[in-house]
């Protein structure tokens, strides 16, 4: 798998839960019952934990999966329907740079860094650009 494949893997499987569990919160089981919430939590938490286990590396799933794990942000529209831009890959000595934009909502630019892991792509952070700075800003959350 190369690191573009990898990446969107990720962005796929992102999206298919970020769209799943936003739908499951807003049905009237999940505002009503709290046994219901709490079931739908744990599946979603147990989704993602292997989400992040495949695609993101172990230093990526400590330190950026965290938030997303104790909080189970879901967006509208969905954060994670991105598209990777073409000839945007950059190999930087033991990394890859690939950069994406949001398909939807304000067109914000990611940059995904790829290291190799255990002899596969691993995803090991995500950077945002800034305009108003005219550079990348390191995120502390996935």
């Excluded at 992102?14 to 919430?37: I, L, N, P, Q």
């Excluded at 073409?86 to 000595?93: C, G, N, S, W």
């Excluded at 949001?102 to 940059?111: C, N, T, V």
Aim: hydrophobic letters at 30%.
């Amino acid at each position: 798998m190369s690191p573009s494949e990898r990446l969107q893997n990720f962005l796929s499987q992102m999206h298919e839960w970020e769209v799943g569990f936003h739908a499951e919160k807003r049905c009237d089981a999940y505002k009503t019952d709290s046994g219901y919430r709490t079931k739908a939590n744990e599946a979603a938490k147990s989704r993602l934990e292997a989400i992040f286990s495949e695609n993101l590396s172990v230093k990526a799933s400590i330190a950026l999966g965290s938030a997303r794990l104790d909080t189970l942000g879901t967006g509208q529209p969905p954060e994670y329907e991105q598209t990777i831009l073409t000839d945007t890959e950059e190999q930087l000595d033991k990394e890859t740079n690939i950069q994406a934009v949001r398909k939807k909502g304000l067109k914000q630019r990611y940059r995904y860094t790829v290291i190799v892991e255990r002899d596969e792509p691993k995803i090991d952070g995500v950077s945002v650009w800034r305009a108003s700075s005219e550079k990348w800003e390191r995120r502390h959350a996935i």
